[in-house]
């Protein structure tokens, strides 16, 4: 399938990957706009792709627009899209489709747009960007109460060498709560193995805690057996557990450092468990749970 000019509102890290990943597969771009046009004519300097003075022009030379600016600015972004320049008709937006990146905030987001006949929705990539970050290989959740969201960014998703799954907007928060607890939680793990290391050197720490990581990531991956789950903290070995954490308190940050260890030992806790029969769907124990 064809894939129209693809314009990019913004000029960070996600309009970066976007460039990349289109220009590295050929997809037409139409260009970028950011919100200081010096930043905006430099990435286009940079990508060799034009940069536009305002967002009218962008919109009208681009067929999908991905809109790159960060969270609490997209609402405010459509609405400036949605009425600039064509305040006297009544769809001026028909026939362009709008995606933003956003892991967190759904279609309706961008619902001045869709009242100017546009097809919107939200296409996120589960994956952390920077520059060397992959642009291949990369799953996007698309979610939109528009059908015909997913048709016209699939095209785009596919032709950059990535996949595309739906959500529904109701799991929308709970699906970026995962990834941002799985992404953050590895590496604040990381960083606190690094702080309790504070003497070993870099080198060593990478070589040889880096496998170990790794090795844990890709076994867990592979499919999991909680009953396999080790350490002190599910063995419930108090006293190894005691001194894990004074060892911990005594270095700077020592309070975060403790509290993690015991977030992270409760939490295989649970895991660990089976719901013991007597709790009820409410998480009470005995009887007289109401029906939902
Ligand atoms: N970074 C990631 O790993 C990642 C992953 C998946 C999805 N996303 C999503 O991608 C989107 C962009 O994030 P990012 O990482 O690219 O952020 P970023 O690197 O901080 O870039 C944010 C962009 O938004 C622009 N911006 C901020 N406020 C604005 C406003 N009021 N009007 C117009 N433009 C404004 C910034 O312009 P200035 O430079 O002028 O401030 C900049 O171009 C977000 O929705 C984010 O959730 C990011």
Same mark, same amino acid.
């Given at each position: ?144 109460? *528009?059908?015909? @969201?997913?048709? +016209?960014?699939? $095209? &785009?998703?596919?032709? /950059?060498?990535?996949?595309?799954? #739906? ?34 050197? *870099?080198?060593? @720490?990478?070589? +040889?805690?880096? $496998? &170990?990581?790794?090795? /844990?990531?890709?076994?867990?991956? #592979? ?44 939490? &295989? ?24």
């Amino acid at each position: 399938m064809k894939t129209g000019p693809v314009g990019v509102i913004g000029t960070g890290k996600a309009a970066c990957f976007v460039l990349r990943g289109c220009l590295a597969a050929g997809v037409p771009v139409a260009g970028v706009w950011g919100r200081r046009n010096t930043v905006a004519s430099q990435l286009g300097e940079c990508w060799q792709v034009r940069s536009f003075a305002t967002t009218d022009s962008l919109v009208d030379r681009a067929a999908l627009i991905v809109i790159a600016v960060r969270d609490s600015a997209i609402h405010e972004m459509a609405t400036r899209l949605a009425v600039s320049g064509r305040p006297v008709l009544e769809h001026p937006l028909a026939g362009k489709v709008f995606a933003h990146l956003s892991g967190l905030l759904d279609d309706s987001v961008l619902e001045p747009l869709a009242r100017s006949g546009a097809v919107c929705g939200s296409l996120h990539p589960l994956m952390t960007l920077h520059e060397n970050s992959p642009t291949t290989g990369v799953h996007f959740f698309a979610q939109s109460r *528009d059908e015909r @969201f997913f048709p +016209a960014v699939l $095209p &785009l998703v596919e032709k /950059t060498g990535n996949l595309m799954h #739906r959500l529904e907007p109701s799991t929308k928060t709970v699906y970026h709560t995962a990834a941002t607890m799985l992404c953050q939680g590895i590496s604040a793990s990381i960083e606190a193995a690094r702080m309790l290391l504070k003497d070993l050197d *870099d080198k060593l @720490f990478r070589e +040889a805690f880096g $496998p &170990l990581a790794a090795e /844990t990531v890709a076994e867990r991956m #592979r499919g999991f057996d909680p009953s396999t789950l080790t350490g002190p903290a599910v063995r419930g070995d108090v006293e190894v557990g005691r001194r894990h954490r004074e060892a911990a308190l005594i270095l700077p940050h020592g309070r975060v450092l403790a509290d993690l260890y015991d977030a992270i030992g409760h939490m &295989l806790e649970t895991v660990r468990m089976p719901v013991p029969p007597s709790l009820d769907r409410c998480g009470r124990t005995g009887k007289g749970c109401p029906e939902p």
